[in-house]
């Protein structure tokens, strides 16, 4: 197959999403596909040190979604475009939605103010030279499927506990992740085509 598919990954912290992601990579290669398995914040030199800014420092919530979108645009025009142009299967640990759940969910950025963002990273008509990408319908650039991990804070923070030590995001409040949980909800939501939402309180075999 010729055609690129692109999957996010989405869902608070602790729903088990990143341990299928690997799964599903395998899974894809075992039927003759190649894959790229990336993440946000993150997938680029540049967008990982980025990354590394937003999880270790501490800043205003609207300097994290500049952050997080100026990592998005390095990471969508070399790597995940150019998977896409060669039919890779892109498996994406997190995009767009991750910044509307915690940025505008969580921190109470405007969605106006990230739609804006949204806009002037992915809008289609905007891309380097080098993508000709002219018979392209107008829009934003989007995954093809976005898999959400749909888990409650309460479980998730318990899951986080028995597993490692949070980073800054990790280790926020129940309340914060209930605001981060509403938010994905409204996305979904709003593009229900897009999305399928997965039950991530159940057993790792029941998920998968």
Request: charged fraction near 25%; proline fraction near 5%; aromatic fraction near 8%.
């Amino acid at each position: 197959m010729s055609k690129g598919l692109w999957i996010s990954f989405e869902g608070i912290d602790g729903a088990g999403k990143s341990t299928h992601i690997e799964s599903l990579a395998k899974t894809f290669e075992s039927q003759g596909r190649r894959i790229t398995l990336t993440r946000e914040p993150g997938g680029t030199p540049l967008a990982e040190k980025l990354r590394e800014l937003m999880l270790g420092t501490e800043m205003d919530p609207l300097s994290e979604s500049l952050l997080a979108f100026a990592a998005r645009r390095d990471h969508l025009h070399k790597v995940i475009l150019p998977a896409l142009d060669k039919g890779h299967v892109v498996l994406c640990d997190r995009f767009t939605d991750a910044t509307f759940a915690y940025q505008g969910g969580g921190r109470g950025v405007p969605l106006s103010v990230l739609s804006e963002l949204e806009c002037w990273v992915q809008e289609k008509t905007s891309h380097p030279d080098h993508h000709d990408r002219t018979n392209e319908a107008p829009g934003l650039w989007q995954p093809d499927l976005t898999l959400w991990f749909d888990l409650s804070p309460q479980t998730a923070a318990m899951r986080l506990v028995q597993a490692r030590t949070p980073d800054r995001f990790e280790s926020q409040s129940v309340a914060f992740f209930e605001r981060v949980q509403n938010a994905y909800a409204k996305r979904c939501e709003m593009d229900p085509k897009r999305f399928l939402k997965i039950d991530a309180s159940l057993t790792r075999h029941e998920v998968w």
